[in-house]
């Protein structure tokens, strides 16, 4: 079993719909929580960016960590094509310097 | 956000031979690189960290002598592949530190190394 879970997709929604997205992990230790955008044969570019559980709203972006599920979620609201990427999870313990812990990502596409 | 350049965006190389990757920090000094494999549709593998001045420190089950990681200043680390095989043949992806914390964290445009 892999540490972080996300489902591969594809999604795909309309043009203005809000995307939902999601990770499972099962290390307890995971207290940093990150979020990043790949374009095709690009670089990961960060998203969203929290520690610990709460809520963290950035524009069109809200992200969200539940440890006592183990559970992060992410929304775009108001999608547009330019959107249409895979988002990737990531994650680490406290203590483990910048080694993150990717999951597999999830391939959204945003049909006009 | 910070600028991590990757330098070349894609190399046909034939088996055997040796491939260098280029990762530059463009508008900082990055005291620390990270170098990661991505196969398609798959998620950011960690090969090796790469600290300026010493040696890389690779993960388990990453050839030192297969991908041989140089950091010699502070805003270049370079990956070669050497002897390369067309296993090798992946996405490869340098990310840069600006500072303390994950947000810190900047990747480069990444590399599709294929080899034939």
């Known amino acids: 079993q892999k540490e972080v879970e996300q489902d591969p997709g594809p999604l795909s929604v309309p043009e203005g719909a809000i995307v939902s997205l999601n990770c499972t992990y099962s290390?307890?230790?995971?207290?940093?929580f990150m979020w990043y955008r790949q374009y095709s044969r690009k670089g990961p570019e960060l998203l969203m960016y929290?520690?610990?559980?709460g809520n963290k709203e950035d524009g069109r972006f809200t992200a969200q960590v539940d440890k006592s599920s183990k559970y992060i979620s992410l929304f775009i609201r108001d999608s547009q094509p330019s959107d249409s990427a895979t988002y990737l999870c990531?994650?680490?313990?406290?203590?483990?310097?910048?080694?993150?812990?990717f999951g597999g990502g999830t391939r959204v596409l945003v049909k006009p | 956000g910070a600028v991590v350049s990757q330098h070349p965006s894609w190399v046909i190389c034939k088996s055997g031979t040796s491939v260098k990757i280029e990762c530059r920090s463009l508008?900082?000094?990055?005291?620390?690189m990270f170098w990661y494999r991505q196969f398609p549709k798959q998620s950011l593998m960690l090969m090796a960290t790469?600290?300026?001045?010493?040696?890389?420190?690779?993960e388990q089950g990453v050839e030192k002598d297969k991908f041989l990681i140089n950091h010699a200043s502070l805003t270049l680390s370079t990956l070669t592949v050497t002897s390369a095989h067309p296993e090798d043949s992946s996405f490869y992806i340098c990310?840069?530190?600006?500072?303390?914390?994950?947000?810190?964290?900047?990747f480069g445009s990444g590399t599709q190394l294929s080899v034939l």
């Open positions: 990310s840069a530190l600006t500072g303390t914390g994950a947000e810190k964290l900047f």
């Open positions: 290390n307890s230790a995971f207290q940093y």
């Open positions: 929290t520690y610990s559980s």
């Open positions: 990531a994650m680490r313990p406290r203590a483990a310097g910048n080694k993150l812990t």
């Open positions: 508008d900082f000094q990055a005291t620390t």
């Open positions: 790469s600290n300026e001045g010493s040696k890389a420190t690779y």
